[in-house]
């Protein structure tokens, strides 16, 4: 689909959301790539690429290859290219940020978006082999990312003056996760939306919980430190009931919490859980291995068991398809929506679900639940799966421009793009309320790149998810079986990023 095609159609989906998606936050040492409620400034802009070279490259094209239509239309990146006609609001600022870095530095922003079906990867790799050098930046998925980088095709970010990697405007909360051994070949910031709309979160519906918590305030409780997997657990078996009058709960009835079976991994990095940290000289090191691990594990088989609070998402495929909704994720937010639910896990993509129910209800956001009440704060996973990897191939024409001017886009998408998507999108449309507002921001405060769930060693993160699918914990039976395909994958990676050079 070409650019101005799916522009029109963005802006048909725009206008149909009351709503609209997220992004990240300020932090005084760790900066993670959405700021808070500030607006731009023209006197801000004046500051925009200091410690960046003075140049000006005549009309330079600089080529990014990004991903299109590969998985759908709403992973599609509309992070870089733009169309010149369409008055969507993101669009608009990724307009306005290419005009700002075109103008100082003289270049033109273009690029190819892949189509459906077209796999960004394979076309990465073949540009590779055949030593390629049409594209300056790209931008594959990190799922694909990982895979590539071990494999040498994209330079050390950390190595190239140009990019700056230290500056805010990059996701250090990123950097820090995903740097091996002193090596980040791949990252992210405010250039990128798709990792904010990827982070994980709850919703509810303030309707339910106005009539069956008994004045129990769901915010005040994640203020106060006080939301934790328990208390989610508590308040769920308050709202479930069999109210659709037949005997029997079915979907149709009112549940407490809707969960994925992808949400105990998402939790279990709620619960201040890694899979994979890193040891004092960057190797990564297995965590998801420990006694803490376990007895958290064993928390979240009694949530996905727990037949008086929860209702598994992917359990309802039959009756999903039976009674006309196009997946079960519609009809999860098809049942909210309908006062049917008191909360639903999801990442803040799927958003789109709840403005394609056609229903108007007032509905907030919470983070993942914490532990206990002495977790120190709140931790928001990112499935980082359909999340862009901005990265410098090794045969691009000039990995010093192509650094400026990734750089130097991520700073200028700061009040430009991230203010568009995180301020005004986020927090002016979709939600209204300020304590809404309040939890978006404690939600990007402490974003969360699990080492583990980006490389996928041995499939590591599957772990928890199929620990606890069938409601018991099988936790020391699946672990004892993928343990040596984990370790044996991790290895290779550790061996390969030792051989690579910068």
């Not at 990004?66 to 993101?90: H, N």
């Not at 004092?280 to 965590?287: K, S």
């Not at 999860?332 to 999801?346: C, P």
Request: charged letters at 25%; one cysteine or more; aromatic letters at 10%.
């Amino acid at each position: 689909m070409n650019i101005k095609k799916f522009g029109v159609l963005l802006l048909v989906v725009m206008l149909l959301l009351p709503f609209a998606a997220c992004g990240e936050k300020n932090q005084t040492e760790s900066t993670v790539s959405t700021a808070t409620d500030t607006s731009s400034t023209t006197s801000e802009e004046k500051k925009l690429f200091e410690g960046l070279p003075d140049v000006n490259y005549g009309g330079k094209e600089i080529q990014f290859l990004i991903g299109g239509e590969e998985q759908g239309v709403r992973y599609f990146s509309r992070e870089i290219l733009a169309d010149e006609e369409s008055e969507d609001i993101i669009n608009v600022a990724v307009l306005e940020r290419n005009r700002i870095v075109e103008e100082e530095f003289g270049v033109k922003i273009k690029g190819y978006a892949t189509e459906a079906g077209e796999s960004l990867i394979n076309k990465i790799r073949t540009s590779n082999l055949s030593q390629d050098d049409t594209y300056d930046i790209m931008a594959p998925y990190m799922d694909g990312a990982v895979t590539l980088a071990a494999e040498g095709f994209f330079h050390n970010l950390n190595a190239i003056p140009n990019m700056r990697i230290d500056g805010h405007f990059w996701d250090q909360r990123a950097n820090d996760d995903l740097e091996i051994m002193g090596k980040l070949y791949f990252t992210t910031g405010y250039i990128s939306i798709l990792d904010n709309e990827c982070t994980q979160c709850l919703i509810f519906n303030k309707k339910v919980a106005k009539d069956y918590l008994d004045g129990i305030d769901l915010y005040k409780l994640v203020k106060d430190g006080d939301w934790t997997i328990d208390k989610m657990v508590e308040v769920a078996r308050m709202v479930t009931n069999d109210t659709d009058g037949v005997q029997g709960m079915t979907y149709k009835d009112t549940w407490g919490l809707y969960i994925n079976l992808s949400s105990p991994t998402h939790m279990f990095v709620g619960a201040g859980q890694r899979l994979v940290k890193k040891d004092g000289a960057g190797n990564p090191i297995i965590t998801i291995d420990s006694a803490d691990s376990a007895r958290v594990v064993s928390k979240l088989a009694d949530v996905m068991g727990d037949e008086n609070a929860s209702i598994i998402i992917e359990n309802l495929t039959s009756q999903a398809s039976a009674d006309g909704f196009q997946d079960v994720y519609f009809l999860a937010s098809n049942q909210i929506s309908q006062d049917k639910a008191l909360l639903r896990t999801m990442c803040l993509i799927d958003l789109w679900d709840i403005a394609d129910t056609a229903q108007d209800f007032d509905f907030g956001i919470l983070p993942n639940p914490k532990l206990d009440k002495e977790q120190d704060k709140y931790y928001s996973n990112v499935s980082t799966f359909p999340v862009p990897a901005y990265v410098i191939p090794v045969y691009a024409k000039d990995k010093d421009i192509s650094a400026l001017v990734l750089s130097a886009m991520c700073e200028a998408s700061e009040d430009t793009l991230n203010e568009a998507y995180y301020n005004k999108l986020l927090k002016r449309r979709r939600f209204t309320d300020m304590d809404s507002r309040e939890m978006l921001d404690i939600i990007f405060e402490d974003r969360v790149y699990d080492l583990g769930s980006v490389f996928n060693w041995g499939d590591i993160r599957g772990v928890v998810n199929d620990s606890v699918s069938s409601g018991s914990s099988t936790f020391a039976s699946t672990w004892e079986a993928r343990k040596d395909s984990v370790e044996n994958a991790m290895q290779k990676t550790i061996e390969a990023f030792q051989l690579l050079a910068d």
